[in-house]
């Protein structure tokens, strides 16, 4: 049971599919002060899920949070805002629902921070629509919004294969030898992602032609190792007589403009830039159009970044800072004088005065960038996405974006963006996995082994543990940090047999996703979700359901030997050291420390449910998903619908992808469905 | 068994007590080339423990620190410095022994970074003494090594109430203020700190008579209600014509100078400082005489800061970079550009070249700052010390620094330096007492509630009830931050009750650290200190031994209700909401969920130990420590060995400070001792 509630007059997101009529009684739940102001009082037992990427827990509570898409690197636990703006709340406890405040500009969620139990929600303006969701739990709640704002995006099967990424692999050698190591050490790999420097001074759909001379044959020769190229593509367009995209935007008419009328100037990797006016549907369709500048050269997956939009500078702001920079020569720096010099320079980037200077042209009218703020990463994925529907209108494209907004879900998927090599950044990657879920976002993960700083062995290892679970599974880091592909370590072989278990459990991971995506439900739910009865599941914020088969419980500490799991119910243990060595072990509900080697993966399966596992493979075009082995914990009968398809083509809705799979409690199998050419065997 | 080893012609730090002839074998357990770099293999199951003030958990293995004191509020877990340089290791494993790299430059310490299992330590230069400790186990060997450097500084009895801290409180009405809505609110108080602010321009020795017009009128009024004000001493004297101590200094010739012979000029809060040599014996009598004019006006405490010292900027650098700017204006400020222009101006503070401009004119030669850097903190706090045993020598004065090396703990305390309002903090607090305590600071504690950065309620509340255990109790903010004064948020009563108990605690804490100190002991132990035998002990990083009779775990992690904790053996439970509410409970051995509501202080009482407790009150003077109420586990008889004296004179020695105390399994007390005019109760 959906309610729209509108204040004012909403800018038209299109985060919600499909026209949806306004309710015309009273906001249930909140009190509220002139339709930007929503108030909750909350029991001392309530649980705040949502708010999808943001820093600390699974539940919210206790933190003030803002919607306002950032470049921020420095993913500290006071930070109040990341890449995203994930307006969806579900409360649990005294009352139970959801909540989308379909706002476009900066939102604020004082979730008992300011007072423990009051909940305040704060937009600029009084302009918004507001769903309030009521059903059977938060499962039901999220299935509901989830289908209120359409199908999650769908990558290529190769894009759950593992990728390796760096700032930057700066030329065909590189890579080359990248992609030869981890064919030596027998190490999985389906892709690597070309950073900023494959472009000529970070010129969008140019490449450098002398580190990547010939990027079609290169991406061809790479295919037949079973890679992909995956290239970035960045918000701003260089400015620069005779650059074509350049010219033909400025032709068009197709970049943001300053209230005269001149087009906007900030500063980003090329320096000066314009930013293309994603909300303008013109524009947005000649960049889309673009990709094919990639695509044709036998590219088949992009990451779009730097969209928030990061900004470094703007060309008005600098000059100002140059002029004012003079005021502090020669003069006794003390206190005072020094704070204002560090906020002056310090001020220069993704400074909210920028976004106010410039404007998009939007089918209902000209509108000021930082009134729509949180939109623009969201659109230039969609330009892309629509793109591709016509491009490529029977295959699938990967592409994941840094910036998003709900609705853009349906056009790709995101990374979690520029974490940091931090043990608790594995915890804050799990965080983030059903926040996400729930609004929309499922084919994301976060940048393992950690962007920023320097890693080290146990942290990278240990993160992949969790790692190999996320639909997007990527090895990045940044420029200057210790080089993380795991070839370069001690244990190598340790290395190996982690990823080589997420090759064999991608059967399960696949179908998972699919089946999530295509019923607009949640790969990875909080235990609460699952065990709603259970009190103790509440508390827990460091293990996830994963599909309907499996529990994890990552380490996420350093030095670590193992950790406390908590089992709602009795569960089967099964430890990994590789596709070969597996121990089992049946534990009962409660609480129970278990002892996780460092190159152990250990994960918990439910009564009656099974994992179907491949055998694996170097990647996944390899991996042979129609013999599959059922690892499973049957008690009397366990079932598992499994979903499968070619990977590549659209056609996903097709009855013939699913087979149902049965194992009695005496090891009998027995399978149906109309994809029931696949055959199982116990393992 | 101590060995000395010395490679080179070492810097004499003093942090070693009196003469130690050196060894003339072979350096065990290491391998080292050129006298400064030293490596040992580690096996999977050895801990390194020690490092004093540092980033990361107890157990120091993977990761890399630097010993480099280092003014960064930015307490990341990827840094490698904060503000003291802790050169003592243990390795407990395969081989047990101690470890004391005394070298005053900058140290690495990379323990399982670049290798997992390969510890490699590296100075500078091939001078240095090592020292070398075997012994019974860990906590035999950080004794030896105790007694290696020297007692560790005892404060006055009243810096163990609460003391209340704010960059800055501005004026005596404020303070008042703040005294009275504790005094109301029945919240427990002893000092209230002065940041900066109460000075003439951040002139050390000086008071704004604006905002405090009779300081000595004033700190008479605040100690009628039981409160001490502790006034902050920064390491940089503004150069000002006319202003006595830069007089002075200069006429005494006590700055320190570059290689010209001209003043070093650096930039801090005042803006252009000259820093006092504090390694040379002159400067460092004529600076810590200054104290006295504080000391005269009533005041009985201080912190001294800025000492690594910290630089804004030095004058020269400053210059150049203003030069530099000249080269950014109107250029194309792309990737490249902008990240020098970033560099440039972020280099500007804590440079690590401006450390090479100035010079020390110690007993030993002239030597450049960078050098003996880590000495800087240490020296300016003995300055102080020795001045107070000449100025006040029947009279503790409560003393502690930010800056520190081994050998200040016999001139004061520290606290860790302005960390931040982070849930992390709380267990990385935790994780410094006992690194800190073998490392001979004892008088510490962090900024309860956080330095920098918007505190909560609830994490305010979890981190006092830390607090309400470390030696200094205090809690402090940033200018700028959430104002964290316990009466401004909703549960006063929760947190009175909080900070009452740790009034009653105080005959233990007390009694603990005075033993602590006079035995060369540590007050705040890892479990597997105290239980050797025990495999899982060795595993815990968020449990600690406070004294000989109590294990704590408390939570750190937000909306927790509980958490696990392991019971190395039987002990008793002990919950408390306030003094007058008390539960208690035997749990057995091994692992429990413990349920802790956010306003219950938990902890833990081992079998036949005693916990003395008094009825609290509303500062040190008013607590007695005459009637005690015996807190126990007695199942055959409990024992407790009490110290206790007037607590600010500096007779420590005298047997009449002992009492002997045992309560048999029918609560019988018997207690004797040259101290047994107490009387003691059951509670």
Redo the contacts between chains.
């Keep these: 049971m959906i309610k729209k509630i509108t204040y004012g007059a909403p800018f038209d997101t299109e985060a919600v599919t499909g026209a949806y009529e306004s309710w015309q009684g009273e906001l249930p739940y909140f009190s509220q002060e002139e339709g930007r102001k929503f108030s909750y009082r909350m029991a001392e037992e309530d649980?705040v899920f949502g708010l999808g990427e943001n820093v600390?827990?699974i539940?919210k509570?206790?933190?003030i949070y803002e919607s306002k898409c950032s470049d921020d690197p420095n993913h500290?636990?006071?930070k109040r805002s990341l890449y995203g703006a994930h307006n969806f709340l579900i409360v649990d406890g005294k009352e139970c629902f959801g909540v989308f405040f379909d706002y476009p500009g900066k939102l604020t969620f004082d979730i008992?921070?300011t007072?423990?139990?009051v909940m305040l929600i704060e937009a600029q303006t009084g302009d918004i629509d507001v769903y309030v969701i009521e059903g059977e739990g938060p499962e039901d709640i999220a299935k509901q919004f989830r289908g209120l704002v359409g199908r999650s995006y769908i990558p290529p099967k190769w894009a759950f294969g593992y990728g390796q990424s760096r700032w930057s692999y700066m030329n065909e050698d590189e890579i080359r030898e990248v992609v030869k190591k981890h064919r030596e050490a027998g190490i999985p790999l389906d892709s690597i992602y070309l950073d900023?420097d494959y472009m000529v001074?970070?010129k969008d759909f140019t490449v450098n032609e002398e580190t990547f001379p010939d990027l079609a044959g290169f991406a061809e020769e790479m295919k037949e190792q079973g890679i992909h190229l995956v290239p970035i593509i960045d918000a701003g367009v260089k400015i620069e007589e005779g650059y074509d995209i350049y010219e033909e935007g400025m032709a068009g008419g197709y970049f943001c403009k300053e209230e005269d009328g001149s087009e906007f100037v900030a500063?980003v990797?090329?320096?000066?830039v314009h930013f293309p006016d994603m909300l303008n549907a013109d524009a947005r369709k000649w960049f889309g159009g673009k990709y094919k500048v990639l695509l044709d050269q036998g590219i088949e997956g992009f990451w779009n970044d730097m969209n928030e939009p990061a900004i470094?500078?703007s060309e008005k702001h600098?000059q100002e800072v140059?002029e004012q920079?003079e005021e502090?020569?020669g003069i006794?720096?003390?206190?005072e004088?020094?704070a204002s010099l560090n906020r002056l320079?310090g001020g220069l980037s993704n400074n909210e005065e920028d976004y106010k200077l410039f404007y998009h042209e939007h089918k209902d009218g000209r509108v000021r960038h930082d009134k729509v703020h949180n939109l623009f990463g969201y659109n230039m994925t969609r330009a892309a996405g629509e793109a591709f529907e016509e491009l490529e209108p029977d295959k699938r494209i990967l592409m994941f974006s840094r910036s998003s907004y709900i609705g853009m879900h349906r056009y790709g998927g995101i990374w979690t963006g520029d974490n940091?090599?931090?043990?608790?950044h594995i915890l804050l990657n799990l965080h983030m996995m059903p926040s996400l879920n729930m609004c929309g976002f499922l084919y994301t993960g976060a940048d393992l082994g950690g962007f920023g700083?320097?890693t080290?062995?146990?942290?990278l290892m240990r993160w992949l543990e969790l790692g190999i679970f996320t639909p997007l599974m990527r090895n990045h880091s940044a420029w200057g940090t210790r080089r993380q592909e795991v070839y370069r370590f001690?244990?190598t072989g340790s290395f190996r047999k982690i990823i080589a278990l997420r090759y064999c459990l991608l059967p399960y991971l696949y179908s998972e996703y699919m089946k999530a995506a295509l019923r607009d439900e949640m790969m990875f739910r909080p235990l609460s979700f699952v065990y709603a009865g259970d009190r103790f599941a509440r508390?827990v914020?460091d293990q996830l359901m994963v599909g309907e088969s499996i529990m994890i419980a990552p380490v996420y500490?350093?030095?670590?030997?193992?950790r406390?799991v908590y089992l709602p119910e009795r569960m089967k243990l099964v430890r990994f050291r590789g596709p070969e060595d597996r121990k089992e072990e049946v534990l009962e509900k409660g609480?129970h420390?278990v002892d996780i080697a460092l190159d152990e993966v250990v994960f918990f399966i439910r009564p009656d449910h099974l994992v179907p596992m491949s055998k694996g493979g170097s990647c996944v075009e390899k991996v042979d998903f129609d013999h599959l082995g059922l690892l499973g914990f049957v008690e009397k009968e366990g079932s598992y619908e499994l979903y499968d398809d070619d990977g590549y083509s659209r056609d996903y809705e097709s009855p013939s992808h699913y087979t149902q799979i049965t194992v009695d409690a005496e090891g009998r199998i027995s399978s149906g469905g109309e994809g029931s050419r696949k055959e199982f065997y116990l393992i």
């Design positions: 649980i600390r827990g539940n509570r206790g933190w500290r636990e006071d008992g921070y007072d423990r139990n900023i001074r970070y500063g990797w090329p320096g000066r470094f500078y600098l140059f920079l502090f020569r006794n720096l003390d206190n004088a020094s320079v940091l090599s931090w043990w608790s700083s320097n080290t062995e146990e942290l001690t244990q508390r914020e500490e350093q030095n670590a030997k193992g406390y609480h420390y």
